[in-house]
């Protein structure tokens, strides 16, 4: 009997973290492993990624993980799934050469990379792939098909349909959609980030004509913000630049990695003489674009640097033009609005281009409607997206004419499960967690380091210590109360001291009733002077009581 499974274990219901899985029989094909962003409250978390414990579980049977593109919501969580378990990775080049460069930073040694094309079709173990190409913001951008017996289970990845589009590593054939429509699509999984958008998103999504007033009024430096990674836009300011006879110094040397694996590949190449090494640069040049480049928080945090004069190379003068060109996305909003109250103090001119107008490239409503209709799916099942989002995309496909029966709006972990071409069910589960990496580590996804953290910001913390002799656990040291982020100390000496008698009578009634114990003996202090400072001050701070026990000699 043909199976097909097909669900995700991250990136429904939430804005990064894809990762989305088709069990055709015994062989799993995984398609992306991106992060999510923290939220401001998560403090200390560098990002969030999918849980990978079925993958591991099942590792034997996992063919291949597709990473579609170069953006981090699709494949930074990849080096993370490499040290559980070595799956060969499909790719396209350009993908292939940020991926091997993360590798080397992260220092994995095994790691197995296809170059495959856009619009290529091979087997793995046995089963047909095809992928073809799709615009997005970056290069090399590709959807997959999965061939089963009963038709392709076909995956967009992010897409826009733009026919002004010319550049070959950009562009999509519409004819490979028709070609998969023939043969059959079983389901289609859709991305659903734009689905609320009206219209195609095309020609919106294009920056120039947002922006080039700017150049024409400008007479002193141009500045501009971007994601390093949305390559479409940076290529618009880099002919922006041409075309008003203005060198460009690319200030982030991650970007300019990324520009020469492009033009290594043919895709790109910058007008001869036009660009200013960094080493050249100095504060007097005026004709020039400084373009300041990152990804997720990183570069507002970069250009608040600049803003209170603490970067080295960089410094912003009142006869500059400033423009923001990098939407807040989730879980940045905090450091995007520190960066432009900054700007804007510097009195330069200082335009925020409207994310309204400026689209980002993800597939709106008319795209939607146009992959349904040359794919025409017998199920749809929206992808990639907060939950409003996937139910706004299962929307579309009703009014496509699509049957609530055959629109499937998942969870994280659920699964949907076909039978030779059929929907059997769609009840059973995968647990998963997410899974907070702190630093380079994983975090414990109960929360607990975070609670602390977040008591450590608000509420701050009181350290209590105190030396007893190990014997007779008589006090002959302290008690030494350090307090920080709780109070004023000037004006509480008497609770500090109480803080202090609290921890010695603690140890005086454990020995007096002959149950002392180091820990337990902390952790009735704890309490105790937890319960006091919220009596005397209103705050709940870490309490981190220590009982240091010392032989002496007589």
């Not at 008591?455 to 209590?464: F, K």
Request: aromatic content about 8%; glycine content about 6%; hydrophobic content about 40%.
């Amino acid at each position: 009997m043909n199976t097909v499974k097909i669900f995700a274990l991250g990136g429904l219901d939430e804005d990064g973290k894809n990762m989305y899985c088709v069990e055709v029989n015994n062989s799993i094909f995984v398609m992306e492993a991106g992060l999510k962003y923290p939220e401001n409250e998560q403090l200390g978390i560098e990002m969030i990624i999918p849980d990978f414990k079925y993958l591991v579980d099942n590792a034997d049977r996992v063919k291949a993980i597709f990473i579609s593109h170069g953006h981090d919501d699709v494949m930074a969580a990849l080096p993370n799934l490499l040290k559980l378990i070595n799956v060969p990775i499909y790719t396209a080049p350009l993908t292939a050469s940020i991926l091997e460069k993360r590798f080397k930073k992260e220092n994995i040694t095994n790691a197995k990379i296809h170059r495959i094309q856009r619009n290529a079709n091979f087997k793995i173990d046995g089963i047909n792939i095809r992928t073809f190409g799709v615009t997005q913001s970056i290069a090399d951008g590709f959807g997959i098909a999965i061939e089963t017996e009963k038709g392709y289970v076909v995956y967009t990845s992010e897409f826009i349909i733009d026919y002004d589009t010319q550049n070959d590593a950009f562009k999509t054939d519409i004819t490979q959609f028709t070609d998969l429509s023939k043969k059959g699509v079983l389901a289609l999984l859709a991305e659903s980030v734009g689905s609320t958008r009206i219209g195609h998103s095309a020609p919106q999504h294009r920056i120039t004509s947002l922006i080039e007033q700017e150049f024409e009024n400008a007479e002193g430096r141009i500045v501009i913000t971007m994601y390093h990674q949305n390559l479409y836009r940076i290529i618009e300011v880099i002919e922006l630049a041409n075309k008003y006879g203005r060198k460009i110094m690319f200030y982030d040397d991650a970007l300019r990695e990324l520009l020469k694996d492009v033009e290594n590949l043919g895709y790109y190449h910058i007008p001869a003489g036009l660009e200013l090494p960094k080493s050249k640069f100095n504060q007097d040049l005026e004709n020039i674009v400084v373009l300041i480049s990152g990804d997720g928080a990183n570069i507002f945090k970069r250009v608040h640097k600049i803003a209170i004069k603490e970067d080295e190379l960089l410094e912003f003068r009142p006869s500059d033009t400033i423009i923001i060109a990098s939407p807040a996305v989730p879980g940045t909003e905090r450091e995007a609005t520190k960066m432009e109250n900054d700007l804007y103090k510097e009195g330069a001119r200082v335009c925020a281009v409207d994310s309204k107008r400026m689209f980002s490239m993800h597939a709106a409503i008319e795209d939607l409607k146009m992959m349904m209709y040359l794919l025409k799916p017998k199920y749809y099942i929206p992808v990639k997206g907060e939950y409003r989002q996937l139910v706004a995309n299962a929307n579309i496909a009703l009014d496509m004419g699509y049957t609530a029966d055959k629109i499937l709006v998942l969870d994280n972990g659920q699964i949907a499960e076909f039978q030779e071409g059929r929907l059997t069910k769609s009840s059973d589960f995968i647990k998963l967690e997410d899974v907070f990496v702190d630093g380079k580590e994983n975090l414990d996804a109960t929360g607990m380091v975070l609670k602390d953290r977040e008591t450590l910001s608000t509420d701050g913390a009181i350290v209590v210590g105190i030396v007893i002799n190990h014997k007779t656990k008589e006090v002959i040291g302290g008690p030494d109360i350090q307090s920080r982020g709780v109070i004023y100390l000037k004006d509480a000496d008497y609770i500090m001291k109480e803080v202090g008698n609290i921890l010695e009578n603690c140890i005086n009634d454990a020995v007096r009733e002959n149950r002392y114990e180091n820990m337990t003996c902390r952790m009735e202090a704890r309490d105790r002077i937890s319960k006091y400072v919220l009596k005397e001050t209103g705050k709940k701070p870490m309490i981190l009581p220590a009982i240091v026990e010392i032989n002496t000699t007589e």
